[in-house]
């Protein structure tokens, strides 16, 4: 089994940062990409950031230039650098993991979420 926890989230002000941290840990033989999704009151669960274990990341066109991610593979964490938030950035942020398992599991694959962080962009 795998599990993966996001923190970080909380209450800023517009213009404000915050940053997101998602570990992952337990039957783990490797992890392929890590990111974050974002499902805000009304509207879809949408793709926020994704990294591969390569390094390549993907954004949404909404948080280019505002958001980085980042990951430590030796500590299976990702990060989200969030700068310059605005109010429609208010969601609930989650983190996955996708990857391979160890141990009597070896050889199959996994994808594991966290159960979401609360980030409210507002003054």
């Known amino acids: 089994q795998v599990q993966t926890v996001e923190s970080g989230g909380g209450l800023v002000q517009p213009g404000g940062s915050l940053r997101l941290s998602c570990a992952a840990s337990?039957?783990?033989?490797?992890?392929?990409?890590m990111g974050w999704y974002r499902r805000a009151p009304g509207k879809e669960r949408e793709l926020v950031a994704a990294i591969t274990s390569g390094g390549s990341t993907n954004y949404a066109d909404s948080v280019k230039g505002r958001f980085t991610i980042s990951r430590d593979n030796a500590r299976n964490t990702v990060f989200l650098q969030m700068n310059s938030l605005k109010p429609e950035d208010t969601a609930v942020y989650f983190c996955?993991?996708?990857?391979?398992?160890?141990?009597?599991?070896?050889?199959?694959?996994?994808?594991?979420w966290g159960q979401g962080t609360q980030v409210t962009v507002s003054s």
């Open positions: 996955y993991a996708d990857g391979y398992y160890s141990g009597t599991n070896r050889g199959n694959k996994f994808l594991s």
């Open positions: 337990g039957s783990i033989f490797s992890i392929n990409g």
